[in-house]
């Protein structure tokens, strides 16, 4: 079946970088947009970024545009995350999420279960 | 501030039929498929209505959505015990070139 594994999260000071990783499998994943979310604690659903199937084309939240960068390596399965300059308000449970497509336009139809990222 | 607008809480006591509204624009609800998601606590969300209102096979056809001008809803009948979770709608913005989430609804069967 469809799976989606997070890791790389952690507490990490202001300032500092982390990369995230999304492991799949179950499917043909260089086939399909890929997205990051994140989940505050508390709050609400936020949209981070998505990646086009090739990687040619991607698209960020105003609020991590230029600090954050999201890549795949379609040979291994793996959707990248990275974090950079982070600040306190970028904590959250970040959710690696697949495209029911490959158009970076069309929504997410599978998720993983999250990694828990602290800012302090 | 979310650029579609949800109604924080919503409640209904089992068996009855509750609607959830999503409020956006031209740019985002009209122009583009409306998702619908569920979230319980501590979990993943869950895709309940993608594109074309499609259901994905294991959600139940108690759930519904559909989408006017502007404004969407979703619609869950025979309100269950284990729909109590969040809800969230999403949308392409043609504008902000991204993806929008509404501010979530929780809702509270009685």
């Known amino acids: 079946q469809v799976q989606l594994v997070e890791s790389g999260g952690g507490v990490v000071q202001p300032g500092r970088s982390l990369r995230l990783s999304c492991a799949a499998s179950?499917?043909?994943?260089?086939?399909?947009?890929m997205h990051w979310v994140r989940q505050a604690p508390g709050k609400g659903l936020e949209w981070v970024a998505v990646?086009?199937?090739?990687?040619?084309?991607?698209y960020f939240a105003d609020s991590v545009k230029g600090r954050f960068t999201i890549s795949r390596v379609n040979s291994k399965n793996t959707l990248y995350l990275q974090l950079n300059s982070l600040r306190p308000e970028d904590s959250a449970v970040y959710f690696c999420?697949?495209?029911?497509?490959?158009?970076?336009?069309?929504?997410?139809?599978?998720w993983g279960r999250g990694t828990t990222v602290t800012v302090s | 501030q979310s650029v579609l607008t949800q109604p924080p809480s919503v409640s209904a006591t089992p068996g009855q039929r509750v609607t959830i509204s999503c409020s956006g624009g031209?740019?985002?609800?009209?122009?583009?498929?409306v998702y619908w998601y569920q979230q319980s606590p501590g979990t993943a969300p869950k895709l309940l209505i993608g594109?074309?209102?499609q259901r994905p096979s294991e959600v139940p056809d108690r759930f519904s959505a559909s989408k006017s001008g502007t404004s969407a809803s979703l619609a869950i009948s025979g309100l269950r015990s284990e729909d109590e979770a969040d809800y969230y709608c999403?949308?392409?913005?043609?504008?902000?070139?991204?993806?929008?989430f509404g501010g979530g609804t929780k809702l509270t069967v009685l």
């Open positions: 594109r074309f209102d």
């Open positions: 179950g499917f043909t994943f260089s086939t399909y947009a």
């Open positions: 031209k740019s985002n609800i009209e122009n583009n498929y």
């Open positions: 999420a697949k495209a029911d497509s490959y158009y970076s336009y069309h929504g997410m139809d599978v």
């Open positions: 999403s949308t392409w913005d043609d504008s902000l070139s991204g993806w929008v």
């Open positions: 990646i086009s199937l090739d990687g040619s084309n991607k």
